[in-house]
T-cell receptor, first 110, second 117 residues
Framework: QKEVEQDPGPLSVPEGAIVSLNCTYSNSAFQYFMWYRQYSRKGPELLMYTYSSGNKEDGRFTAQVDKSSKYISLFIRDSQPSDSATYLCAMRDGNNRLAFGKGNQVVVIP | DTAVSQTPKYLVTQMGNDKSIKCEQNLGHDTMYWYKQDSKKFLKIMFSYNNKELIINETVPNRFSPKSPDKAHLNLHINSLELGDSAVYFC????????????????FGPGTRLLVL
């Protein structure tokens, strides 16, 4: 079993819909949880970061962490065509080692 | 100003050759990384250097040798290239040891697309 599981999709939604992405993990040592966005032919860029269970909002983006279930989610409200990208979940352990999910390709159709 | 830069952007080469990829960051960070992203977009860490010292060395063939001449540079040399080495290689940097969000922010370069024929 991989440390971080993320269903690669792809996921197509109409503009304005809510996008829901999630990852599960098996390593209890992971303490910090991140979502990265990667546009085609670009490097990943950090979108959201959290270290505790619960919700964190940043504009149209909400990151959710459930440490007891080892499950994290990213929600994008009022999705825009510019949100079309690959979204990667990432987790860091106490030794600063970062593990990524496979990434979800999201397409927002105008 | 480019924060993390890599050269070259594209690299097409024959099997068996030796090649190098260079990475430079101008963010003043003390930690740099090399990642490999395969054709299925899976991003996997290869190496990490903190203050020029190797701190993460994942299971990578010893044909791959990173070199960090100073904190702002981390180069990757690959010997005897194989077909399976074809991928996009990303360099990243971060500041280790700071509390809060900034510690987790790894800034990625644009990637080097390597194709081994």
């Amino acid at each position: 079993q991989k440390e971080v599981e993320q269903d690669p999709g792809p996921l197509s939604v109409p503009e304005g819909a809510i996008v829901s992405l999630n990852c599960t993990y098996s390593n209890s040592a992971f303490q910090y949880f991140m979502w990265y966005r990667q546009y085609s032919r670009k490097g990943p860029e950090l979108l959201m970061y959290t270290y505790s269970s619960g919700n964190k909002e940043d504009g149209r983006f909400t990151a959710q962490v459930d440490k007891s279930s080892k499950y994290i989610s990213l929600f994008i409200r009022d999705s825009q065509p510019s949100d079309s990208a690959t979204y990667l979940c990432a987790m860091r352990d106490g030794n600063n080692r970062l593990a990524f999910g496979k990434g979800n390709q999201v397409v927002v159709i105008p | 100003d480019t924060a993390v830069s890599q050269t070259p952007k594209y690299l097409v080469t024959q099997m068996g050759n030796d090649k190098s990829i260079k990475c430079e960051q101008n963010l003043g960070h003390d930690t740099m990384y090399w990642y490999k992203q395969d054709s299925k977009k899976f991003l996997k860490i290869m190496f990490s250097y903190n203050n020029k010292e190797l701190i993460i060395n994942e299971t990578v063939p010893n044909r791959f040798s990173p070199k960090s001449p100073d904190k702002a540079h981390l180069n990757l040399h690959i010997n005897s290239l194989e077909l399976g080495d074809s991928a996009v290689y990303f360099c990243a940097s971060s500041q280790w040891g700071l509390a809060g969000r900034r510690q987790e922010t790894q800034y990625f370069g644009p990637g080097t697309r390597l194709l081994v024929l």
